[in-house]
Structure formats: C-alpha cells, structure tokens
C-alpha cells in the first residue's frame, strides 16, 4: 500500500495529489511483451498500458518492445536501461503454458532469474508480469477474470515501486 491507502487489489482508486503528478510527469516506463501466445500477451499489454495512462502517464513516457518469446525478455529490459535517456522502470509481459517437457521450467526461471538480476543492478523494477499457467483457460482467468487481471496489476506494481524509490530518494 502507498502511504494515501490508495492500494487496493484492482488498483489505485484516488486522484494523485499535486506532487504526484510532478513525479507522474518525470517517469517513463518501458513495456517488453512477448509474442509467443499472442492472443494473450496482447491483453496483458492492453490491461497495462490502460493503467498506466488512467494513472497520469502519457504516451510518450511509455515504450514498448516486442520480442518472440519470453527468453528474449531480459535482455530487452536491459536495452530499456541502456538508452540514452533510461527508462525507470520495466514491465515484462508474456505467458509460459506448461508443455509435457521441461522447457516451460527451464524458461520460468531463466526470465526470473534474468529480471531480478537486471532489477538488482540497475536499482530499477523490473515487474515480472509473464504468466506461468498450466493451460489456456488459467491464462484467461488471469485476463480479467477470477484471478484479476494480471496486466494491469503488473502497471500498479510498477507505479507503487517507483512510488517507493521516490519517497526514498526525498528521504536520503
């Protein structure tokens, strides 16, 4: 929960104060979004980019890299922190359905183990927002349904983290 209790599991629910939107105006954020399960992903990437312009982001503080599968992702996030001018934060979106081998194992944790590196030594989120799902039906109670909507909470994960670094900054 950010300090104005305004948290909640579906999101953020009140306006951003006044220095918020000073802090909203300086962030950019990157979005990579696997195309392997497509039909998928597109939704997590829809649901997430609504937050985040709901919340104040515009569009051009918003960047989007496409890459095949989820393997691919860590090393794009890592593109977003070596631009000139680097985003502050990322959210990974993709979905891993788990076949009869272990390459769905072998890939979670890759993804994993590549963005919580990258987010350590950066000092940025780097939201883990891939769906490890056992079928298609666990993938769309995740889209909206009994589950939430997993792309969306990946947005709100995003803001509250760099809601966080901000007061930590102030702080030091």
């Not at 951003?16 to 039909?39: M, T």
């Not at 939704?43 to 937050?51: F, H, P, Q, T």
Request: hydrophobic content about 40%.
């Amino acid at each position: 929960m950010i300090p104005d209790g305004s948290w909640t599991k579906t999101g953020f629910h009140h306006s951003p104060s006044p220095s918020k939107v000073q802090v909203l105006d300086r962030w950019r954020i990157g979005i990579v979004v696997a195309l392997w399960n497509r039909e998928i992903t597109e939704e997590l990437e829809r649901g997430c980019r609504a937050v985040l312009l709901e919340r104040g982001l515009r569009e051009d503080q918003i960047e989007t890299y496409q890459v095949p599968g989820c393997f691919e992702i860590p090393v794009a996030s890592s593109w977003f922190c070596s631009l000139k001018s680097p985003v502050d934060a990322v959210i990974a979106l993709g979905c891993l359905i788990k076949g009869e081998t272990p390459h769905f194992d072998l890939i979670a944790e890759a993804v994993n183990r590549g963005l919580m590196d990258l987010s350590l030594r950066e000092r940025r989120p780097m939201v883990n927002g891939v769906l490890t799902v056992l079928d298609t039906e666990q993938a769309n109670q995740r889209l909206g349904g009994a589950h939430g909507h997993k792309g969306q909470e990946a947005a709100y994960t995003a803001l509250q983290m760099l809601e966080l670094r901000s007061q930590t900054l102030q702080a030091t």
